[in-house]
């Protein structure tokens, strides 16, 4: 799984020009689904995610988790993550999921987001969606399940 985490101030989805989703201070996550990818990759996405420390403490420093702010989440399924651009000037997207894993797996991701303890809003899966954000530093973080594995 690949998880594009941007800290927000404010976000949003809409879908035929309503909003779906939206939140305040918190994290914009973008998630996209490979063929290989299983329950235990949520998991591990789930915890990382939601005890990332890059909200600032009374110092200034970037210490504090979602939950330590009452932040929430938005998140948003991107199968363009897996886009792979070697060839050509447009993109394969082969390397992503079947719809059947990747959306079973996207609300997998969501249910387990809220039992962290976090609020959690949302955009469809397969929807053609507009996503509107005010990234907030910028801090914008990649995680990437491949690598968990490989190192």
């Known amino acids: ?55 600032s403490d009374d110092q200034g420093k970037m210490n504090l988790a979602l939950a330590a702010i009452n932040g929430a989440a938005l998140v948003v399924s991107q199968f363009t993550l897996y886009a792979d651009t070697r060839k050509g000037n447009r993109p394969s997207f082969t390397g992503a999921a079947d ?25 469809e899966f397969g929807a053609d969606m507009q996503v509107s954000l005010t990234n907030d530093g910028p801090v914008t973080i990649i995680f990437d399940t491949e690598e968990q594995h490989a190192g």
Do not use: W
């Not at 941007?6 to 914009?28: M, N, P």
């Not at 894993?101 to 609020?119: D, I, M, S, V, W």
């Open 99 to 123: 719809p059947a894993l990747g959306k079973r797996l996207y609300e997998t991701f969501l249910t387990q987001f809220a039992q962290a303890g976090c609020p959690v809003a949302h955009g």
């Open 1 to 55: 799984m690949k998880a594009v985490v941007q800290r927000v101030s404010r976000a949003s989805v809409s879908i035929d020009g309503q909003v779906h989703g939206e939140i305040g201070q918190g994290f914009l996550i973008l998630l996209g689904v490979g063929p290989a990818d299983t329950e235990a990759d949520v998991a591990y996405l789930v915890n990382k995610i939601s005890k990332l420390r890059v909200f």
